[in-house]
């Protein structure tokens, strides 16, 4: 009697909440990433990367098995790529329908639209998401990315972080050339969660900034107030920087206007990728990373895994980029479990109906 108690009053309980889960992102329960490619950028280290018949680094489509990618732009990506064409130009209605939970815009050669920036600010402010914008170098046509790019996160008005208009360079810690900066996924110690981002390295967590640009930070988000150095002792709120240089990079300017934060000369350790969680009210947050580099596409992007004989974390180091972000957007929505936790009224509840199951009849 009591046994058969016990199971009436789980079933009573979970026809009632449910089972407590983790909700799935999308229809096959993966995350869904969507790469922009209609502002001039390039796919590559989405598909794997080759010299003479020879893999250098497996792509991002073959790794990367626990997401979904989809993609904006051309539709000629989509018989070359094998993923989802999802729109020429990014759209709320886009973003919304195929349950992207990361939009990745990797150095654009050409502006994005109005439209198109309020679409993503929509997006970020329903909580949960996670943006990736990455700039350039002001080497050539880099300096007109960093505008584009600062451009658009003005016109954002979420994130107080920048592309200054600066190059890193290193003398030291370089495939070949300083301009082929060897940096690392060597967060502040302040960064939450801090282990899911240096976990696995085979190479201490070196990635390559082929040319990289230089994150700083501004007083306003929408770009009106002085620019700073993104230093741990000046910073924003919930500013984090993830990716660095080394103590031997220095400053560069190859283009006008020179830089607003950083000085030409300036040797130290400098943001490489900078990460601001966008605390939203009665919301889970939402994730913006600003770059000098890019994950993907690009001259050569992080995702790299060798670059001139030089052994690299480039594919670990995005991985966990993207899972740290994740873990970040988890909040006021989302427990341990992953979901909103009917846990606690189907417990109270639960303490009320076994013992009342429980009462033999008199």
Same mark, same amino acid.
């Given at each position: $009697?009591?046994?058969?108690?016990?199971?009436l009053?789980a079933?009573v309980?979970?026809?009632? &909440?449910g089972?407590?889960?983790?909700?799935?992102?999308?229809?096959?329960g %993966?995350?869904?990433?969507?790469v922009?490619? +209609?502002?001039?950028?390039?796919?590559?280290?989405?598909?794997?990367v080759?010299?003479?018949?020879?893999?250098?680094?497996?792509? $991002?489509?073959k790794?990367?098995?626990?997401?979904?990618?989809?993609? &904006?732009?051309?539709?000629?990506y989509?018989a070359?790529?094998?993923?989802k064409?999802?729109?020429?130009?990014?759209?709320?209605?886009?973003?919304?329908?195929?349950?992207?939970?990361?939009?990745?815009?990797?150095?654009?050669?050409?502006?994005?639209?109005?439209?198109?920036?309020?679409?993503?600010?929509?997006?970020?402010e329903?909580g949960g998401?996670?943006?990736w914008?990455a700039?350039?170098?002001?080497?050539?046509?880099?300096?007109?990315?960093?505008? =584009?790019?600062d451009? =658009?996160?003005?016109?954002?008005?979420?994130?107080?972080l920048?592309?200054?208009?600066?190059?890193?360079e290193?003398?030291?810690s370089?495939?070949?050339?300083?301009?082929?900066?060897?940096?690392?996924?060597?967060p502040?110690?302040?960064?939450?969660?801090?282990?899911?981002?240096?976990?696995?390295f %085979?190479?201490?967590?070196?990635?390559?900034a082929?040319g990289?640009?230089v994150? +700083?930070?501004?007083?306003?988000?929408?770009?009106?107030g002085?620019w700073?150095k993104?230093?741990?002792? %000046?910073k924003p %709120?919930?500013t984090?920087?993830?990716?660095h240089?080394?103590?031997?990079?220095?400053?560069?300017?190859?283009?006008d206007?020179?830089?607003?934060?950083y000085?030409a000369?300036e040797?130290?350790? =400098?943001?490489?990728?900078a990460?601001?969680i966008?605390?939203?009210?009665?919301?889970?947050?939402?994730v913006?990373?600003?770059?000098?580099?890019?994950?993907?596409?690009?001259?050569e992007? $992080?995702?790299s895994?060798?670059?001139?004989?030089?052994?690299?974390d480039?594919p670990?180091?995005?991985?966990?980029? &993207?899972?740290?972000?994740?873990?970040m957007?988890?909040?006021?929505?989302?427990?341990?479990?992953?979901?909103?936790?009917?846990?606690?009224?189907? &417990?109270?509840?639960g303490?009320?109906?076994?013992?009342?199951?429980l009462?033999?009849?008199?």
């Amino acid at each position: $009697m009591r046994k058969a108690a016990i199971i009436l009053a789980a079933v009573v309980l979970l026809s009632l &909440f449910g089972t407590v889960a983790t909700p799935k992102v999308s229809a096959e329960g %993966e995350v869904v990433i969507a790469v922009d490619l +209609a502002h001039g950028e390039n796919p590559k280290g989405l598909t794997d990367v080759t010299y003479k018949n020879k893999t250098l680094t497996e792509g $991002m489509l073959k790794v990367l098995t626990d997401y979904t990618l989809v993609y &904006f732009g051309d539709a000629k990506y989509e018989a070359d790529l094998g993923i989802k064409h999802i729109g020429d130009n990014i759209t709320y209605d886009a973003l919304k329908a195929n349950n992207v939970k990361i939009l990745i815009i990797g150095q654009p050669s050409s502006p994005l639209y109005p439209d198109e920036a309020e679409a993503i600010k929509k997006w970020l402010e329903e909580g949960g998401h996670v943006l990736w914008i990455a700039g350039d170098s002001d080497y050539g046509n880099g300096a007109k990315t960093q505008q =584009f790019v600062d451009s =658009f996160i003005d016109q954002l008005g979420l994130t107080n972080l920048r592309v200054d208009q600066a190059s890193v360079e290193d003398p030291v810690s370089n495939a070949g050339a300083p301009y082929r900066v060897i940096a690392y996924l060597d967060p502040w110690n302040d960064t939450p969660k801090r282990d899911i981002l240096v976990q696995g390295f %085979e190479n201490d967590g070196a990635v390559l900034a082929h040319g990289p640009g230089v994150v +700083a930070w501004v007083d306003g988000v929408d770009g009106s107030g002085d620019w700073h150095k993104l230093t741990p002792g %000046e910073k924003p %709120e919930n500013t984090y920087v993830l990716i660095h240089s080394t103590g031997d990079s220095v400053i560069k300017e190859n283009t006008d206007p020179a830089a607003n934060a950083y000085t030409a000369g300036e040797q130290g350790e =400098f943001p490489i990728a900078a990460a601001q969680i966008i605390k939203l009210e009665g919301k889970n947050p939402s994730v913006i990373i600003v770059s000098g580099e890019t994950p993907i596409g690009g001259y050569e992007p $992080m995702w790299s895994s060798v670059y001139y004989d030089r052994q690299l974390d480039g594919p670990k180091v995005v991985s966990n980029i &993207f899972k740290w972000s994740i873990e970040m957007t988890k909040g006021v929505e989302e427990n341990a479990g992953g979901s909103k936790s009917t846990c606690g009224p189907a &417990f109270l509840v639960g303490l009320a109906v076994v013992p009342l199951l429980l009462r033999r009849r008199k």
